[in-house]
């Protein structure tokens, strides 16, 4: 008896997806960290692992919102007691600040080199290792070619790769499965105590292999990312106006 459409078609996905250097946490992984619409975007709507993943930023606001959204993913990555690097030619990330995310800074392994070509150099070893969790790399510029390079390393090792490009100069194409752009949204204190509130970020997916790009705003609370219904955003923003 012939399969459906519909059956022909996820049978086909399911091995496409691999080739492609798409691979897909297990049901039991602790990969569900309360994103949502966002993680509908992705294909088989699981968050792509053993891929290599870009973040664009503008200025150092959105450097460090993009560093904390993804040190909310990293929380989920490194639940079962894995290790992360961490490389860079000028870090600016403050260790300790990961202890909001629920991760110790003791289990990110800081690379500090001189300039981006020991970066990418760095990166690309690292993400041969497949004992760890994640390697992070801040590299402004890349090309398709060691983008690459970087995604035919994580599909033999299934380590998850997170280029940061801070100010890039060029937008080019590059081999990376998802291109994403993190900017910074004012917090809300809580029950309006003075102070910060929790960290909220503008979140924009505009390249997704075989997804839905979008946008979302999302808040860091209970160790999870939360969905910001827009009435609540819209509020809030009239309360800044009036206030």
């Given at each position: ?7 022909i ?43 290599i ?16 959204f ?15 690097v ?70 033999q ?15 080019s ?20 105590m ?12 505009l ?37």
């Amino acid at each position: 008896m012939l399969s459906s459409k519909a059956d022909i078609k996820h049978q086909l996905q399911q091995q496409i997806y691999p080739l492609q250097g798409l691979k897909h946490a297990p049901v039991a992984n602790a990969l569900n960290v309360g994103l949502g619409p966002i993680e509908a975007a992705f294909p088989n709507a699981s968050f792509p692992i053993g891929a290599i993943h870009e973040f664009l930023s503008i200025g150092m606001p959105g450097a460090a919102a993009t560093s904390g959204f993804i040190g909310g993913i990293l929380s989920a990555l490194m639940q079962n007691n894995g290790a992360s690097v961490w490389i860079s030619a000028s870090r600016l990330l403050f260790p300790p600040a990961l202890k909001a995310f629920g991760i110790e800074p003791d289990r990110i392994i800081f690379v500090d080199v001189h300039n981006e070509k020991e970066a990418l150099w760095s990166m690309e070893e690292a993400l041969k290792c497949n004992g760890l969790a994640a390697v992070i790399g801040e590299l402004p510029e890349i090309s398709f070619t060691a983008s690459r390079r970087l995604q035919l390393a994580v599909e033999q090792s299934r380590v998850t790769g997170f280029i940061l490009r801070q100010d890039p100069r060029n937008l080019s194409t590059t081999a990376c499965v998802s291109r994403w752009k993190i900017t910074p949204l004012v917090s809300v204190p809580e029950d309006d105590m003075p102070g910060v509130g929790f960290p909220r970020w503008n979140v924009e997916l505009l390249k997704i292999r075989n997804g839905k790009p979008g946008s979302w705003q999302v808040e860091w609370t209970d160790k999870r990312f939360h969905l910001i219904p827009a009435d609540a955003a819209i509020q809030f923003d009239l309360r800044k106006k009036t206030g």
